[in-house]
């Protein structure tokens, strides 16, 4: 009498955003270089293969996760900047919004883009030039902002809106740090009601409550 074949299992299928989602939330956690593949496919509970033909390499992953998280984190923080908000108010809710992501309870403190990769082993190198890329990124969208103000009149002709930009992602950058070091969300909105003082701007458009 023929033995039944026995079937080989079949690898486990991964929905895509839950995958990009658990790994977001890991690199967010524990930065590129101090999550592992294994700590990735037991987090995700696939084998090796299974995340490589999903996602490609580690790195792949990071930046699929990194576009996951970005979207999932600023979507409603592009609106802001984009809307007809008078760009003092705008700027400050744009910043509130950010203390508030950097502080969430039931996420990793800090921002995963923010002050990712800064420091980094050589083969990473790559790795490091995206997040910078991203981060620069950030900037030129509050340039083209601040640009936008001193056409319509906010910011004085002549503003260097470059360093302007460069001046608020510098207190974005910190607050990310200092969230990581446990600052609370109250802090790190004191810390930008005094950025918010070096606006050089027209403030009187955005008086009453700015949250």
């Not at 999550?35 to 987090?43: E, F, P, Q, R, Y």
């Not at 900047?81 to 108010?89: C, G, H, I, R, V």
């Not at 992602?169 to 790190?188: F, T």
Request: hydrophobic residues 40%; proline residues 4%.
């Amino acid at each position: 009498m023929n033995e039944p074949v026995r079937k080989r299992g079949r690898p486990r299928v991964l929905d895509r955003d839950t995958g990009l989602d658990i790994a977001a939330r890991l690199f967010w956690e524990r930065g590129y270089e101090g999550t592992s593949t294994a700590d990735l496919t037991k987090a995700m509970g696939i084998n090796p293969p299974t995340l490589y033909s999903n996602f490609g390499s580690k790195e792949e992953l990071y930046r699929q996760a990194l576009d996951f998280g970005i979207a999932q984190e600023n979507s409603c923080r592009a609106d802001i900047l984009a809307s007809d908000l008078p760009a003092y108010k705008a700027l400050s809710r744009y910043l509130y919004s950010i203390a508030d992501g950097d502080t969430q309870p039931d996420k990793p403190r800090g921002c995963m883009v923010s002050t990712a990769v800064l420091q980094h082993a050589e083969e990473n190198a790559s790795v490091a030039k995206m997040t910078a890329a991203l981060r620069e990124a950030s900037m030129q969208i509050l340039k083209a902002r601040f640009d936008r103000a001193v056409t319509e009149g906010e910011l004085p002709a002549g503003t260097d809106t470059d360093t302007l930009a460069r001046f608020y992602g510098a207190i974005i950058q910190g607050m990310s740090a200092q969230a990581c070091d446990g600052a609370c969300n109250a802090l790190l909105k004191r810390l930008i009601d005094v950025a918010l003082t070096a606006w050089p701007g027209n403030r009187a458009t955005a008086s009453g409550n700015l949250a």
